[in-house]
T-cell receptor, first 114, second 116 residues
Framework: DVKVTQSSRYLVKRTGEKVFLECVQDMDHENMFWYRQDPGLGLRLIYF???????EKGDIPEGYSVSREKKERFSLILESASTNQTSMYLCASSFLGQGMGEQYFGPGTRLTVT | AQKITQTQPGMFVQEKEAVTLDCTYDTSDQSYGLFWYKQPSSGEMIFLIY??????QNATEGRYSLNFQKARKSANLVISASQLGDSAMYFCAMRGISFGNEKLTFGTGTRLTIIP
């Protein structure tokens, strides 16, 4: 079974703190993605990566950065957390260019910035 | 750019009835894939069904079927014989096929509630 894990289910941080969200997948997937989910807005793509050390901006990259030093791990970084970054963050992974390219999701991290 | 529209924020359906969740899309790509995901209250995203733009037959997976009408750019999810466990958020999504265009674009979702 494909497994995508995220470092925390719930996280509470203060405004201005640097926040790291970690995602690990065990299926040797090339693609990895970070989304945020907000009520009424669905899921919006923040960043994605199709290879180690490669990254591409998604639809809402402002205020975020990412790191992919190893194939199985994709980190989302909030350099200086703000209250408008309070959200559910979902990581996903998929094979590159194979078949339907179904994305497998982690359980999500609910981040609250106070 | 790709766009997914789900016009039903919420639906209430009697148990055992069939339900159709609407999804329309817009894209300039010739090749693309359409997905439906289910998100129960626990939060995980569960893949339900996939339709490729060149697939001639509508996709089916158990009680789920995808009513694909390419000319109308419509990809509705049909759930037959609904069950209480079908209560969840449902998201329609699409992706391009070309290299580097494999991200998913999601709709805003439909919250389905099954009434006993």
């Amino acid at each position: 079974d494909v497994k995508v894990t995220q470092s925390s289910r719930y996280l509470v941080k203060r405004t201005g703190e640097k926040v790291f969200l970690e995602c690990v997948q065990d299926m040797d997937h090339e693609n990895m993605f970070w989304y945020r989910q907000d009520p009424g807005l669905g899921l919006r793509l923040i960043y994605f990566s199709y290879d180690v050390k490669m990254k591409e901006k998604g639809d809402i990259p402002e205020g975020y950065s990412v790191s992919r030093e190893k194939k199985e791990r994709f980190s989302l970084i909030l350099e200086s957390a703000s209250t408008n970054q309070t959200s559910m963050y979902l990581c996903a992974s998929s094979f590159l260019g194979q078949g339907m390219g179904e994305q497998y999701f982690g359980p999500g991290t609910r981040l609250t910035v106070t | 750019a790709q766009k997914i529209t789900q016009t039903q924020p919420g639906m209430f359906v009697q148990e055992k009835e069939a339900v159709t969740l609407d999804c329309t899309y817009d894209t300039s790509d010739q090749s693309y894939g359409l997905f439906w995901y289910k998100q129960p209250s626990s939060g995980e995203m569960i893949f339900l069904i996939y339709q490729g733009s060149y697939d001639e037959q509508n996709a089916t997976e158990g009680r789920y079927s995808l009513n694909f009408q390419k000319a109308r750019k419509s990809a509705n999810l049909v759930i037959s014989a609904s069950q209480l466990g079908d209560s969840a958020m449902y998201f329609c999504a699409m992706r391009g096929i070309s290299f580097g265009n494999e991200k998913l674009t999601f709709g805003t979702g439909t919250r389905l509630t099954i009434i006993p």
